[in-house]
């Protein structure tokens, strides 16, 4: 990785050269953006950000939209703080190839803690400015990126009374507004969500998967769905705005987001069927809401899988496996019964650390995924110990996919309708991972995506 962060700053053009003087000979020092130094950077503190519930004073309704959001809890969030003091600062303690990640992560998740040099920051629990994560100050002083590519927090800076917004500077306002086309584009999103790690490779690439999508050429961008527009209301007189956007940022921890995003249809090849004959049921899967492959972001934690079973008059219920397509590295994307993410030893410090359960889903059942491989070729959550990607099969913005179910009717199947019912269930982290390191249930709660059923006789 050779892309530079750049800093704006609102102080003199003199004191502005020498700073960024300074900046560019240390980053330069490094290949990676997570390598750089940022203790030897530290040109910003955090009162040079107004904090969020400044913010809120005006705009109520927008601050409290934003308190329920995921960018208040980027840095508190449970498993976001299990990570990265558990496994991301420990693993980056031991290994120089990934030290810059003990900096790197707060880039994106506190970025002001990144910004003033404070690495690491306090646990969650001290209460810092820290625990402010990606607040209203922070994204309304960025004024752009640099570079060719967003990525990595390559974010320009310009932290001051002047803000970055929507509309031109409105009558008397608390504080000075400047109109920013940036602000409205996906390539804003971008900057955090593209992400190469310390082997140069994309573990994120949400806004390049949409770049590559039917939505960037229609030109519906990332705030189009997820900071859809309403009408806001401010203190100051009762200054009514029609066009404001929503900042509750709703993704991939809003099962209210998640559920329908792929829509499924479940078909036989035949009506009816006798006992110890073959059956087979195909389920289309098409993905019908997302502008960016499904799932997407924090695709090493992430698990979608698809369950069908079949169930006689008598109530007995049949597992159906998918049937193989037999393409490179589709093991990895069928539930089995095998260990995984060796690599966690590393901040475990534990040598013999064989692993734990890989996918914690019934055995045969289909994931869309990507997996993650670490230097010695193992499956890993540890996005930022990544040197090898695995086959893609995760569902694009509007594809369908097809999967087969082979079923041959038992013996001891009960005479009269079979009901066979596909479900496709989302995790946002591997549920035998989140018990292991004591991450709390509601990250490994099962969110059901979508269903249907059909059924044929059996004569």
């Known amino acids: 990785m050779s892309q530079k962060n750049s800093f704006a700053s609102t102080n003199s053009p003199t004191k502005n050269l020498s700073l960024l003087i300074s900046i560019c000979f240390v980053l330069l020092l490094s290949t990676s953006l997570y390598a750089a130094d940022v203790s030897t950077t530290k040109t910003y503190s955090y009162d040079d950000w107004e904090s969020p519930e400044e913010c809120g004073a005006c705009h109520i309704d927008i601050y409290q ?77 960025i004024t752009g990126f640099d570079g060719d590519v967003p990525f990595n927090f390559n974010f320009v800076i310009a932290p001051g009374d002047t803000k970055q917004g929507p509309r031109e500077n409105p009558e008397d306002p608390p504080h000075g507004t400047m109109k920013s086309q940036f602000l409205g584009t996906a390539e804003f999103c971008g900057i955090c969500h593209n992400e190469k790690d310390p082997y140069g490779i994309w573990v994120k690439s949400t806004h390049l998967e949409w770049k590559e999508s039917v939505y960037a050429e229609q ?193 001891n199947a009960a005479k009269g309708k079979l009901e066979i019912s596909a479900t496709l269930n989302y995790q946002l982290l591997v549920k035998p991972v989140a018990d292991f390191l004591g991450v709390p249930e509601e990250e490994s709660k099962i969110f059901e995506v979508n269903n249907h059923s059909t059924s044929i006789e059996i004569l």
């Not at 004959?277 to 698990?303: M, Y």
């Open 219 to 411: 030109g519906v961008v990332c705030q189009d769905c997820h900071m859809t527009k309403a009408q806001s209301v401010t203190v100051d007189e009762g200054q009514i705005y029609d066009d404001a956007r929503q900042h509750l940022f709703h993704g991939a921890h809003d099962a209210g987001k998640i559920r329908g995003t792929v829509e499924l249809r479940i078909h036989p090849d035949a009506n009816s069927v006798t006992v110890g004959e073959p059956v087979k049921f195909t389920v289309a899967l098409f993905n019908q809401k997302a502008g960016h492959k499904f799932p997407t972001g924090s695709v090493e934690d992430r698990i979608l899988w698809l369950h069908v079973e079949a169930k006689d008059a008598s109530g007995n219920v049949y597992h159906l496996p998918v049937d193989k397509k037999g393409f490179d590295g589709e093991e990895y994307t069928i539930g089995a019964d095998v260990l995984a993410y060796q690599d966690m030893a590393i901040a475990l410090d534990d040598p013999n650390f064989k692993g734990v359960q890989r996918d914690g889903i019934p055995i045969g059942d289909r994931i869309f995924r990507m997996a993650y491989f670490d230097p010695q070729g193992r499956m890993t959550i540890q996005q930022w110990n990544t040197k090898s990607l695995g086959v893609d099969y995760r569902i694009g913005p509007r594809e369908t996919k097809l999967e087969t179910f082979s079923f041959v009717v038992p013996e």
């Open 65 to 141: 939209q934003w308190k329920q959001s995921m960018m208040s809890e980027s840095f508190t969030h449970h498993w976001d703080e299990i990570e990265y003091f558990k496994l991301a600062v420990p693993h980056a303690e031991k290994d120089e190839v990934v030290a810059g990640v003990k900096a790197g992560c707060n880039g994106c998740h506190s970025p002001m803690a990144f910004l003033t040099g404070d690495i690491p920051p306090s646990r969650p629990s001290e209460n810092t400015r820290a625990n402010e994560g990606v607040h209203c100050d922070f994204c309304h002083t």
